[in-house]
């Protein structure tokens, strides 16, 4: 639903005035119209639009100057380019000549990709929450010259629907309201804005007390919500909520109570058996618009693979279980052929929607390069494995999508795991190896097929923050899994970014396609890719990747750190200036800013012995515990940064010949166990301690005693007597 705030009968005049009539149809609709500006853009999203018959403009002084010259309005629509919606709104608008031509007499039309301007994307979104209740994408809204909100919504049918108005009469309803009720309008910008920014104002304006009491109200929240028979949080439409599931086993950890774990458990294995993995590519697709994870939105994120990576390779070492191991490769595997750019980088995003005949190219929906007929089973596998593979991913004759109001999935199957190898083998009276041969080869199979399929469109721009989070991953589960492709693969991204995406100053940059790197990096860039910076290093021991996190961590501080009230700013003090700067916090599908440099302060302080960045962070958090209180499980990357602020946390230095099995029987006895609140470094022996001694002082003072493989573990600041065996080591470690 969409309302206006401050604008008395606006509503009324939307739903009753002129030109709600019915649209063309597509074939009254030329094929492609000339380029527009965006035709000179990098993002893949405005190229999208780059032949809709709206003359758009992307963000910038030309199209504030006509607005202002011209004294019209501004129409925003920030949307991505793997956007299902942002598709629909396009198709039904954008292209339509009739709606483009109101758009180009009324109004400045402007079109943001989020993804590149998270900034922007932020403020207007706060604006929407703030006038309409609800957000989302594509985002749409209507602003003054000035750049004020006054009306805003997400996706608008063509048409008047369900008593809601259509994107058509809210143009002709808001062009006569700015020609008859301009002086209204702009009061209702002007005291939206002033109410975002006192809004703002109280961001971190507060100091609590550090205590476990909002880890164990988090839990209690999370509890409440979990659904105990399919998994996962709230009702449908269910989200993976990887950064909740690493928070619960923080919890799990630190109280001893086996609930957290159940619930981690519980919704990693039935994500892995739904709808909502790709059982044959890998990865796994956004959400579930469903409770039992089975219809999926098909979109496929580059922060959603790194954010499940990364609990599944948690929940391998508080549990063993080598299924969530599994999961985690499968991740990786998907994310290095098919996310990976030919510079090293990873990409954004697949999209939802693809053609289901190649001699339609324009013609797509949602998950077609995704499903199955039963048919093709039959005919690609042979009616005996087929029937065997139906049975295990819950393939029927007519579709397995009961609930399916667009009818898109009309006879097709999504692939889920329904029965276990094991009762097929009962059913089919074949040994267990057999029938899972069996699968193995079908799989293969179906992946070769339906790679000869048209593909969804990849949004192939490289983001720094999303690519620090796999770099984090990838990283981390180079040492979990002791894969070293993995960290190799890390490496290779880290390296791409800090050659390719830093000014010749030193400044971050934010994205980089086809050979161009640009926008300025905010908070997130730094944050995150100091995140993966710190995990690099600690899966490859090499001190330049630990040197360049703390160099980071004192730009991030000089750019966004707010002197007045502590916590950091979206944007850097060099950044364009907007109508507030503001201060994320929301953990939502990416955790914010602040949660993971509140972490990155912590653990680059506590290996450079930095006590000021350590205080950063507690001021940080103290600061923001007033807004944590109100729902602690809206926040748990912030949550988890607490968990490590509280303790009791660990220093662990392994001294000693890099090459020797001992050391590196050391590192594996580590990283096998679910420790998650340390930090690792490595002291060589011979000349490579220098280089890491300048950076992590104690290291002098923790040697390889008479030069053999040595541990040392310490838990805040006091330390335990060495290891000088690896089995000593686990023994320590399992007292841990």
């Not at 739903?15 to 527009?36: I, Q, V, W």
């Not at 750049?147 to 809601?164: A, D, I, M, Q, S």
């Not at 939105?297 to 508080?318: I, P, S, V, W």
Request: charged share 25%.
């Amino acid at each position: 639903m969409v309302r206006l705030l401050g604008i008395a009968g606006m509503a009324v005049l939307l739903a009753g005035c002129a030109g709600g009539g019915s649209f063309k149809g597509d074939a009254m609709r030329p094929k492609e119209h000339p380029a527009n500006r965006l035709i000179r853009e990098k993002s893949p999203y405005l190229l999208q639009h780059a032949h809709n018959p709206v003359d758009w403009f992307p963000w910038g002084e030309e199209a504030f100057a006509k607005a202002r010259k011209e004294g019209k309005p501004i129409f925003l629509s920030i949307g991505y380019s793997t956007c299902h919606w942002c598709h629909v709104m396009e198709r039904e608008s954008f292209e339509d000549p009739a709606v483009a031509g109101i758009m180009n007499d009324h109004f400045v039309s402007i079109k943001v990709d989020r993804e590149e301007r998270p900034d922007l994307d932020g403020l207007y979104m706060q604006a929407v929450m703030q006038m309409a209740g609800q957000g989302g994408w594509p985002l749409s809204v209507f602003l003054t010259p000035d750049l004020k909100p006054f009306y805003g919504g997400t996706y608008f049918p063509p048409e008047n629907r369900w008593g809601h108005p259509g994107f058509k009469s809210v143009l002709l309803g808001i062009a006569d309201a700015w020609g008859k009720k301009r002086e209204e309008i702009l009061r209702s910008g002007e005291a939206l804005t002033q109410a975002l920014q006192a809004e703002e104002l109280m961001q971190g304006a507060g100091s609590i007390r550090l205590s476990e009491e909002p880890l164990q109200q988090a839990t209690r929240q999370l509890a409440s919500s979990y659904d105990e028979r399919f998994g996962g949080f709230e009702p449908a439409p269910k989200f993976p909520r990887a950064h909740a599931l690493s928070l619960l086993l923080r919890w799990w950890r630190r109280s001893k109570d086996p609930q957290p774990l159940q619930m981690v458990e519980k919704t990693l294995q039935e994500m892995a058996a739904g709808g909502i993995r790709d059982h044959l590519g890998g990865g796994f697709h956004r959400y579930s618009t469903d409770a039992q994870w089975l219809l999926p939105h098909f979109e496929k994120m580059l922060y959603d693979q790194a954010l499940l990576g990364r609990a599944a390779l948690e929940a391998y070492q508080a549990t063993r279980r080598e299924q969530y191991a599994a999961t985690a490769r499968e991740i990786f595997e998907y994310v290095l052929r098919d996310m990976t750019s030919p510079e090293g980088g990873f990409t954004c995003a697949e999209d939802a929607d693809s053609a289901e005949d190649p001699a339609r190219p324009k013609e797509k929906k949602e998950g077609a390069f995704y499903v199955w007929s039963r048919e093709e089973l039959d005919r690609l596998l042979g009616a005996e494995a087929s029937q065997v593979v139906s049975a295990f991913y819950g393939v029927e004759a007519g579709g397995n999508v009961a609930q399916d109001p667009t009818g898109e999935f009309q006879g097709k199957n999504i692939l889920h795991q329904t029965r276990t190898v094991a009762a097929l083998a009962r059913q089919f009276k074949r040994p267990e190896a057999e029938i899972q041969r069996l699968i193995a080869e079908a799989n293969e199979k179906l992946f070769e097929a339906r790679g000869k399929r048209p593909r969804p469109h990849l949004d192939d721009k490289v983001l720094v923050d999303w690519n620090g989070l796999m770099i984090s991953t990838l990283a981390f589960g180079s040492r979990v899994l002791e894969e070293p492709r993995y960290g190799q693969a890390a490496r290779r991204a880290a390296d791409f970014i800090l050659g390719k995406l830093r000014r010749p100053d030193g400044r971050m940059l934010h994205r980089y396609r086809e050979g161009e790197a640009g926008i300025l990096g905010t908070l997130e860039d730094y944050a995150f890719l100091i995140h993966g910076l710190v995990d690099l290093y600690e899966a490859t021991f090499e001190p330049g990747y630990l040197a360049k996190a703390k160099e980071l961590t004192g730009e991030m501080v000089r750019l966004f750190w707010d002197e007045g009230k502590g916590g950091f700013f979206s944007t850097g003090s060099d950044a364009e200036r907007l109508l507030l700067r503001r201060k994320e916090l929301y953990d939502g599908a990416i955790p914010s800013g602040n949660s993971v440099a509140a972490l990155d302060l912590i653990r680059v302080g506590r290996l450079t012995m930095d006590r000021d960045l350590e205080a950063k962070a507690r001021l940080l958090m103290e600061g923001f515990l007033g807004t944590v209180l109100q729902h602690p499980s809206a926040y748990p990357q912030f949550l988890i940064a607490l968990d490590f602020a509280l303790g009791p946390s660990s220093e662990v230095v392994i001294a000693g010949p890099a090459e020797a099995p001992e050391t590196e029987a050391m590192v594996r006895a580590l990283f096998q166990r679910f420790i998650p609140n340390k930090v690792v470094a490595f002291h060589p022996t011979g000349k490579g301690g220098a280089a890491i001694e300048a950076l992590v002082p104690f290291l002098k003072d923790q040697p390889a005693l008479e030069g053999r493989p040595t541990a040392y573990l310490c838990r805040n600041y006091a330390c335990s007597q060495p290891s000088r065996s690896p089995e000593e080591f686990q023994a320590l470690l399992e007292k841990q």
